[in-house]
């Protein structure tokens, strides 16, 4: 028997378990970790289930080297320093929870909106991730959390053109014979989408990356377009234009699947590919071409990503590009179509999970991407509690001052679940020891494939951590909450996500336990619109939206500029002249694996890239110590120069912790707190900055285990 083999053992002490990774990845692998003794010795990518075809990407590999890290938190602490300083002292958990209660037992009295829940996607899991959590903040009458710091635009932007997250099935894109990659590198974000690719160019597919930035995936793709950040809409529309100009498109198909063809053809005729390529800084022979690939060459894909819906036009962008497939009739084929995110396929109990019953009328919602301004600005009324899980919000929102400076107030009492001593951690009270993937039970979809995935418990917690249900079932207890939703194991939990729904026929917590993984019960030939049946109004694709029109939006596809561009702000564009963005790196995953020791010795250092004429400009030479900065903020980095990077751009890989930079500051010192156009997600990549040399002591990065962190 092989290791991916169920419930194997190979002798009386040592055993495989069967898990799945938890970070924000489209992937969420199955994992097979091996266990001796009680220790996990061995973790690896399960063969057996199709997405993961028995290969870990570079970060999750490590994940012994997390897990058991010298720096993990095993004990709960209170703060004993200054906010920020790092300074605590050990304590038991009944006097850190007995804290927590009594704090927010007072708080309450006066106005329980005054309590602020702040969590994201440090967990993907149904249980550790969103379920006794909500359901003690929604009894407790907290405020409400908008999570738009990831996807909300161009989720939100994707639903009013398709009506849901749904999209291809990323096993068929090996059977594709064109895929855009648009604004995505899977080298880095989807190891497994990425080796599809490989295989179907292997095959004879053309694979073109449409990307401001020469990525790892761009750079081994047969074309790289680099269009200028926050253009992508104003592309779509002039592919539009020649697509229909040309009549490269299924008549068909839009007769009986789509809504507002007419409108759309009188829009996308002001979008000529001259006036597109001006506006995108590239060609229009490029934008010419493109569009008579897309519009015959079958089946074509487009894997989307969510760098591009990071600016003020995301989610317009995100709604104009959808359109695409439709026109051309891409559905039809199982390996054609679009893939942003297979999130809205998994039929998810929300409300039983989460029991949004509990929530009082009237409960106010404060988004997490503009929590600088939410703890500093002196909302009504003032946040006077924050509880943080699942998330590093001084290291990871923008407008790092302003977040730092809310965190820092002494009168903000700040609980925080953590694995280790994160830059959030630093501004903890209380500082409670939370367990990793390997310690605790769950159940995952993905927003990347089509199979619900089960995370069996391979070790007991190090320590004295708890997972983040527990934290929370044992907080209800000392708040007198007596509704027997708070009594839910956590196996009862992951049953109550499990809807009774014809997508989870056969599914259940004890097969799931069983077999590790089970398929969405969808055909294996996935073609979700092949036949029309959108979830929108009226189950069609809708190039016209009527609900856009009631909410005094633009009803059809239009492009939205980026609000900080020389185009937009001329002015701001002569102070600081260079675009900037803040892709992932490939070693480590938003703010995790930033402080484990192997992965930031491949990083080396927090760089930024620039073309060498803008180099030039500035007499910054390759590996000089520069400054970055803009009237937000500043932080420091090695230069590296490199026609990876168009001119009048600049790139900064992420994200390093704040205290692991030898300026003390990460790249969300220059990100803005402006929103999106929809779903009022976060404008990262709309982003103006001057670059110029400093000191080179400036960039020495301190030692990971370094007593100044």
């Given at each position: ?156 932007g994707l639903s009013y053109t398709l009506g849901a997250s749904l999209g291809m099935d990323m096993e068929r894109f090996v059977d594709s014979k064109l895929i855009l990659l648009w604004g995505t590198n899977p080298v880095t974000s989807s190891v497994h989408l990425w080796g599809r ?70 829009r996308v005729a002001e979008y000529a590919p001259e006036r597109v390529a001006a506006i995108c800084g590239i060609d229009a022979a490029t934008i010419v071409a493109l569009a008579r690939e897309y519009g015959t060459i079958k089946p074509a894909a487009i894997r989307v990503n969510y ?403």
């Amino acid at each position: 028997m092989s290791p991916d083999s169920p419930n194997v053992h190979v002798d009386s002490e040592r055993r495989a378990v069967r898990g799945a990774c938890p970070h924000d990845c489209p992937d969420t692998c199955a994992l097979v970790t091996t266990v001796e003794n009680g220790v996990a010795i061995r973790i690896q990518g399960a063969a057996g289930h199709a997405p993961t075809n028995g290969v870990l990407c570079t970060k999750v590999a490590k994940y012994l080297d997390r897990t058991y890290s010298p720096d993990r938190l095993r004990y709960p602490q209170k703060r004993v320093g200054r906010k920020g300083e790092g300074r605590f002292e050990r304590i038991g958990w009944d006097e850190a929870l007995d804290t927590i209660a009594a704090k927010l037992k007072a708080i309450a009295a006066d106005d329980p909106q005054a309590i602020l829940p702040y969590s994201y996607a440090g967990t993907m899991g149904q249980v550790q991730g969103s379920s006794m959590d909500r359901r003690f903040f929604h009894k407790l009458g907290a405020s409400l959390l908008d999570r738009t710091i990831c996807s909300m635009a161009g989720k939100v932007g994707l639903s009013y053109t398709l009506g849901a997250s749904l999209g291809m099935d990323m096993e068929r894109f090996v059977d594709s014979k064109l895929i855009l990659l648009w604004g995505t590198n899977p080298v880095t974000s989807s190891v497994h989408l990425w080796g599809r690719v490989v295989e179907a160019r292997r095959r004879g597919a053309k694979v073109i990356a449409i990307d401001p930035y020469r990525s790892l995936s761009a750079a081994k793709c047969d074309q790289h377009i680099a269009l200028l950040p926050g253009t992508d809409g104003a592309l779509a529309l002039g592919l539009m234009h020649v697509l229909i100009a040309e009549d490269l498109l299924d008549r068909d198909y839009i007769e009986r699947y789509t809504l507002g063809f007419d409108g759309l053809a009188t829009r996308v005729a002001e979008y000529a590919p001259e006036r597109v390529a001006a506006i995108c800084g590239i060609d229009a022979a490029t934008i010419v071409a493109l569009a008579r690939e897309y519009g015959t060459i079958k089946p074509a894909a487009i894997r989307v990503n969510y760098g591009m819906q990071r600016t003020a036009g995301g989610g317009m962008a995100m709604r104009t590009i959808a359109c695409l497939p439709a026109l051309t009739g891409a559905w039809r084929d199982s390996a054609g179509g679009l893939l942003l995110s297979s999130g809205g396929t998994y039929p998810i109990a929300r409300a039983a999970l989460e029991r949004t019953d509990l929530i009082p009328a009237g409960t106010r919602t404060i988004n997490m991407s503009t929590i600088g301004d939410a703890l500093t600005t002196m909302t009504e009324p003032p946040i006077k509690a924050i509880v943080v899980y699942n998330t590093n919000p001084v290291a990871v929102a923008p407008e790092s001052e302003k977040v730092i400076a809310g965190f820092a107030r002494e009168d903000l009492f700040t609980v925080v679940l953590e694995h280790f001593q994160t830059d959030t951690a630093d501004y903890a009270d209380i500082l409670l020891p939370a367990t990793t993937q390997l310690e605790h039970f769950d159940i995952h979809a993905s927003y990347g494939h089509l199979y619900w995935m089960i995370n069996n418990p391979a070790i007991a917690p190090l320590g004295e951590a708890k997972p983040n249900s527990e934290v929370f079932r044992q907080l209800a207890v000392r708040m007198g909450f007596d509704d027997p939703c708070f009594r839910d194991s956590d196996e009862a939990l992951a049953q109550s996500a499990l809807a009774a729904h014809p997508d989870n026929a056969g599914i259940s917590v004890e097969a799931l336990k069983e077999q590790g993984w089970q398929r969405l019960a969808v055909p294996e030939s996935y073609a979700p619109f092949a036949q029309g049946n959108f979830p929108t109004p009226s189950g069609k694709c809708e190039f016209f939206s009527m609900r856009l029109q009631k909410l005094g939006f633009d009803p059809l596809p239009a492009y939205h500029p980026p609000r900080e561009s020389a185009a937009t702000a001329p002015a701001l564009a002569r102070r600081y002249p260079l675009a900037f963005i803040s892709p992932p790196t490939r070693n480590f995953l938003n703010s995790s694996f930033g402080n484990v020791a192997v992965l930031q010795a491949l990083e080396t250092a927090q760089r930024v890239e620039l073309h060498p004429d803008d180099a030039a400009a500035r007499g910054i030479a390759d590996g000089d110590a520069v400054r970055v900065h803009n009237d937000r903020g500043e932080f420091t980095a090695t230069a590296r120069i490199t026609g990876n990077v168009r001119p009048g751009l600049c790139v900064a890989l992420g994200i390093w912790w704040h205290k692991d930079t030898a300026g003390g500051r990460n790249i969300n010192a220059v990100t803005s707190q402006a929103l999106t156009d929809f779903g009022a997600g976060p404008t990262f990549y709309d982003c103006l900055v001057e670059v110029g040399k400093c000191d080179a002591a400036a960039v020495r990065q301190p030692s990971l285990h370094d007593e100044t962190r």
